[in-house]
């Protein structure tokens, strides 16, 4: 089948601030509604966000990422089917506008730099608020905090960045360091790693930590877990336990971006309470046995979040305070 796209013209910075979770509510509006408009601009957006991430992973040149745009136009030329008109920037305004970005602060974006290594005083990195902020590190480590998060590192001025405390949940990409390894003290757990991505959550039930690259060291009640991607590590009943889950929907929370790869109704349930703090409540359980959903969606609010169980589940998803109530149809 093919994706039709909306005609409608969007400005390439627009959909990027949208992306990094940094657009305003006028903008995130505009961009909403553009999604909503056809299959094919929901395509757009997951192709545009993965040149954008790659360039932020790999650190790709800007002939790189410039070839990465063109193959994806060329790629909906070639589909015999109207394209949605993007302004493209050139690489220097594409590369102005990614460091804007990073400068504005819209959601709390800080730079720092290193100027000693004696301990001092915690100081209060992020501060709690109601959207995503991310902050960047001193040696270029990413960190995503959850809304209603905080985290607290010793002063900048004296402390080499690399120790943070957190209170809530965070998605970290930590820059590999050999000699100084990277640690997140949490309640009850703290997590050491030399380079890594991973997220850690802690709420009322449990404290956890969720790999996506690289080995990771959980510390829990003097018991120790080496960890690998797809594995998280939880503190339950003052024990600290392994399992296996998909990494990826535990930080998904960060961008909206979910890819669901053969996913039961129960993870759904743990997904939705750890991600969100909704409570899952299954009318009919029997019909919903043996189901599993797989497909990416984009999920931005409560509005795409049950429109998008829905349709996955062929099953009634509603929101009721902060209850999320499925349903056979």
């Known amino acids: 089948m093919s994706l039709h796209h909306n005609t409608n013209e969007l400005d390439y ?48 040149t800007a002939a790189d990422a410039d070839q990465s745009w063109q193959r994806v136009l060329a790629q909906l030329s070639a589909a015999d089917q109207p394209v949605t008109t993007v302004k493209k920037l050139s690489w220097l305004k594409y590369a102005a506008a990614i460091l804007l970005l990073i400068l504005a602060g819209g959601t709390g974006v800080y730079l720092f730099m290193h100027t000693g290594s004696r301990p001092a005083a ?3 990195l992020v501060h709690k608020k109601a959207s995503v902020q991310m902050v960047l590190l001193p040696d270029s480590t990413r960190i995503w905090v959850k809304p209603g998060g905080q ?32 640690r ?37 009640f003097n018991r120790e877990l080496l960890l ?31 890819k669901f790869e053969n996913t039961t109704i129960d993870e759904i349930k743990e997904l939705l309470y750890a991600n969100y703090g909704y409570q899952v409540e299954i009318l009919q359980p029997k019909k919903f046995r043996g189901t ?28 009721d305070g902060h209850r999320i109530i499925i349903q056979p149809k």
Request: proline residues 3%; charged residues 25%; hydrophobic residues 40%.
């Open 13 to 60: 910075t627009i959909l990027i601030r949208f992306i990094e979770g940094k657009a305003s509510p006028e903008e995130t509006e505009v961009i909403v509604a553009w999604l909503k408009a056809s299959p094919g601009n929901q395509a757009l957006y997951f192709q545009v966000k993965d040149i954008l991430d790659q360039e932020l992973a790999a650190k790709i």
């Open 122 to 124: 915690l100081v209060t």
């Open 151 to 182: 985290v607290k590192m010793r002063d900048i001025k004296e402390g080499d960045g690399r120790e943070v405390w957190l209170e809530g949940s965070a998605y970290f990409e930590v820059v590999k360091k050999a000699q100084t390894p990277f």
């Open 184 to 220: 997140v003290h949490v309640p009850g757990m703290t997590v050491t790693v030399l380079g890594t991505s991973f997220t850690v959550n802690e709420d009322k039930r449990h404290t956890a930590v969720v790999v996506n690259t690289g080995l990771i060291k959980a510390t829990a």
């Open 228 to 258: 690998h991607p797809g594995e998280r590590g939880m503190v339950v009943d003052s024990q600290i336990q392994m399992d296996h889950i998909n990494p990826q929907l535990y930080a998904a929370w960060k961008d909206g971006d979910y």
């Open 292 to 319: 599993r959903i797989s497909g990416r969606v984009l999920i931005t609010d409560d509005i795409s979040l049950c429109k998008a169980l829905g349709a996955m589940l062929e099953a009634d998803v509603r929101k």
